[in-house]
């Protein structure tokens, strides 16, 4: 599940903060309900930068640690495509513990130099054996859009390209693009000839 982008654990806010948290144990809580294990995450940004990366997530990791045993176990942390590389989420992984979701558009727009492959090998393996396998947010930018805005239906080139980074790495790829089921289906056909 992926809380709406209003969930900021490291606000400055602390009404933004109580609202997030509220947010979190909703979402932990349905899982629980519907007892899923605790492979089924919940992912979410670091959040706002407000002047001071580092005073930022350390923040977030001081938050974290404040949260229900239900949201914790189930947490992941994502990379963005504005503030957070995924050398940033790694930090906080060393702070938390927290899995780190990758998301390859993002690291596309905003990275710390690394490959596409280096990025998700170390995202990768910050997860344990008890999180599941290790997910991916794929999508690829719309043509002729604002910066980071996703694609309305796959472009099978380029997920053919991000396949092959991919190799040999065990991973959960979801697709975030709009036509949803379409290019699903596009992607499994495709993953399917070329194994």
């Known amino acids: 599940m992926h809380p709406d982008q209003f969930v900021l654990l490291n606000a400055l806010d602390e009404k933004i903060v109580e609202s997030s948290v509220r947010e979190l144990d909703y979402h ?6 519907m007892e899923l294990p605790v492979s089924a995450k ?7 930068v407000y002047g001071d990366k580092r005073a930022s997530r350390l923040r977030f990791a001081e938050r974290f640690a404040r949260l229900s045993s239900s949201v914790r176990r189930r947490l992941v942390v994502e990379n963005d495509d504005r503030s957070y590389t995924v050398a940033d989420c790694l930090e906080v992984n060393r702070l938390t513990g927290l899995p780190v979701l990758f998301d390859v558009f993002h690291h596309r727009i905003n990275s ?8 998700l090998r170390s995202c990768a393996a910050t997860w344990r ?5 290790p997910m991916v947010d794929y999508s690829s930018q719309a043509p ?7 694609v309305e239906h796959i472009e099978l080139g380029d997920f053919r390209r991000f396949a092959a980074q991919t190799r040999g790495i065990e991973c959960d790829v ?4 709009k036509d949803k089921e379409q290019s699903a289906l596009r992607a499994l056909a495709l993953a399917s000839l070329h194994p």
Not at 28 to 33: E, G
Not at 112 to 119: F, K, M
């Open 144 to 150: 002729h859009q604002r910066r980071g805005k996703h």
């Open 174 to 177: 979801m697709l975030e693009i």
């Open 129 to 133: 054996r008890r999180d599941g396998v």
């Open 28 to 33: 932990a809580r349905v899982l629980d309900l």
């Open 42 to 48: 919940v992912q979410i940004h670091v959040g706002g």
């Open 112 to 119: 710390s130099g690394e490959t596409v492959r280096e990025a």
